[in-house]
């Protein structure tokens, strides 16, 4: 028994279908994990530089902060994911402290954020 092909038509809706599933689905991630606006990359980026004690620019190397700390991973080498960065600054790494008792949820958010926007470029 032979199957009949589908028309080119039926396949051109087929493939539209696809596209706008996809699009929706990638343009959904986006939303979800958004784009940070500048402001919070504006206090990550303090954060990283000023407030966080030690200094992130201390130990870690971050070509956009101008930080070129060797103690701790050249970040621009390691491009951590967000949650990656969370975990290390709420339970710190090898001879990184824990950052939970200095800084608040705001700039803990806001310093990953920064990092990871600034590894991904």
């Known amino acids: 028994m032979q199957i009949p092909a589908p028309s080119a038509r039926k396949l ?6 696809l596209a706008l599933l996809l699009f929706g689905f990638t343009t959904s991630l986006a939303m979800a994990g958004g784009e940070p606006d500048a402001a919070k990359l504006e206090k990550g980026k303090t ?10 620019a201390v130990c870690h190397a971050l070509q956009d902060a101008d ?11 390691t491009r951590p994911t967000y949650e990656q960065l969370r ?14 008792d200095t800084l608040n949820e705001e700039a803990l958010d806001a310093v ?10």
């Open 67 to 77: 930080a070129t700390g060797t103690i701790g991973p050249d970040l621009d080498a």
């Open 87 to 100: 975990a290390a600054l709420r339970d710190g790494v090898g001879v990184m402290p824990s950052f939970t």
């Open 47 to 56: 954060v990283f530089l000023e407030e966080a004690v030690p200094s992130c």
């Open 12 to 17: 051109s809706k087929t493939w539209s279908g």
């Open 112 to 121: 990953s954020a920064y990092v990871v926007h600034a590894t991904q470029k």
